[in-house]
């Protein structure tokens, strides 16, 4: 299994951009599939997660301005970032599981599979 980050990059305060975490064959074999982040020197940190069943939730430090979503035909899942500020700068990592359970989402210990970090820098 092999995931795919991309979609990084410089931003300005109150901008956005689109991640994207592309898998080696049909996401439906994770039973979550989520995007964490770890800035310099502080943990990972666990931003939003999707369901096998299509539930999402997002972190409270990001709700009402991130988004995740999946587009299972491209085997892809999104982290759609609206009105970024300086606090969002971070190495931006998506990881998947097949049998997660719930009380383990967010540990990022618990996550089999993990794909390269996208580096989002959100500066004036």
């Known amino acids: 299994v092999q995931l795919q980050a991309s979609g990084g990059g410089l931003v300005q305060p109150g901008g956005s951009l689109r991640l994207s975490c592309a898998a080696s064959?049909?996401?439906?074999?994770?039973?979550?599939m989520g995007w964490y982040r770890q800035a310099p020197g502080a943990q990972r940190e666990l931003v939003a997660h999707i369901t096998g069943g299509g539930s999402t939730v997002v972190a409270d430090s990001v709700k009402g301005r991130f988004t995740i979503s999946r587009d299972s035909a491209k085997n892809t899942v999104f982290l759609q970032m609206n009105s970024l500020k300086p606090e969002d700068t971070a190495a931006y990592y998506c990881?998947?599981?097949?049998?997660?359970?719930?009380?383990?989402?967010?540990?990022?210990?618990?996550?089999?599979?993990w794909g390269q970090g996208t580096q989002v820098t959100v500066s004036s």
């Open positions: 990881a998947a599981d097949k049998s997660l359970i719930s009380s383990s989402v967010g540990n990022a210990n618990a996550y089999d599979y």
């Open positions: 064959g049909n996401i439906y074999r994770f039973n979550v």
